[in-house]
């Protein structure tokens, strides 16, 4: 385990602010036992972290360690992808959606429709799980619960495809609905209430996906010209619009994966040809927070946040054999 301390002296790109200085602490969260590499998707507030190593799914804490846990009956691979306060981890088993308790183990979710494949992606403090699907070669998206099982969604006016990134605790689910490439198109507000609503592109761009959501309903995404190419990082909230937040100085396109609470965004941006990727931080009151990567890190990755503003993704290393790989890392900031 490699622990990882940096003072930051930042003055953010936008707009010229007081300067600040503060800590980040860099934490290698390691392997699973024989395992050459991890990425770790989601955090909650009580620092648990899941993710995937060696193509099985863990569960990671500062008292256990990483702990495999499992995959579904007959199948030998597994991905976590959410983990929500109570330590209930969702993801997918063998191309099944799952949910994961200490109590019940890991058990498929029974997601409708003829579907081929599924993948569960996010899931809030009331076990309601979303996800996405495959049936008659389309990518849907559902929602399940322990009442009512799995819902789909639906699409945009016009849109056959769907892509559900996240849920809150309002039931509120942020995404992409598509005609052609995943995962852009055009991002949406679900609720069981109010259905879906496009939230918009920014200027210039065509296509836009929602990847986080907090309670207060503001949404964390890309919003892009070309897919994977060009891009700006954005907030939305139901009282500001998009916000566009730019991008980092001398990046080419900025993505925000994750927002907690406090509005504070974690993601990553990419630089030169190469679009090697530099994780970072983004507060209202610091702008972009370059977040370190392990020492002969090519690239790093910040896919999620907790309200403790400890965040979770990856950094891709260079072995000293030449080769590459990856290990699942936790930043916290002071």
Known sequence: MILTTFSVFNMPQKVAKKASTFRIRLQDIGTLLGADYSIAWAINNNSQIV??????AFLWSAEDGMVDIGTL????SAIAMGINNRGEIVGSSGGHAFLWTAKGGMVELGVPYGSTSSNATS???KGEVVGYYRVDGLQRSFMWSPKDG???IGTLPGETMCYAANINDKGEVT?????????FGRAFLWSAKHGMREIGILPGTTTSVG?????????AGISSAKPLSSGNAFMWSAKNGMVDLGVQEGAIFSAARSINEKGQIVGHSAYGSTKTQRAFLWT???GFVELPGLPNSMSSYAYAINNKGQATGASQIILPTGGITTHAV?????
């Open 51 to 56: 993710g995937a190593s060696g193509g099985r």
């Open 73 to 76: 009956p007959g199948v030998t």
């Open 123 to 125: 899931i809030n403090d």
């Open 150 to 152: 799995a819902t789909d």
């Open 175 to 183: 995404g992409s609905t598509h005609s052609t490439s995943f995962p």
């Open 211 to 219: 990847l986080g959501i907090n309670n207060k309903g503001q949404v």
């Open 284 to 286: 209202s009151e610091k």
């Open 330 to 334: 936790m930043w916290t900031t002071q």
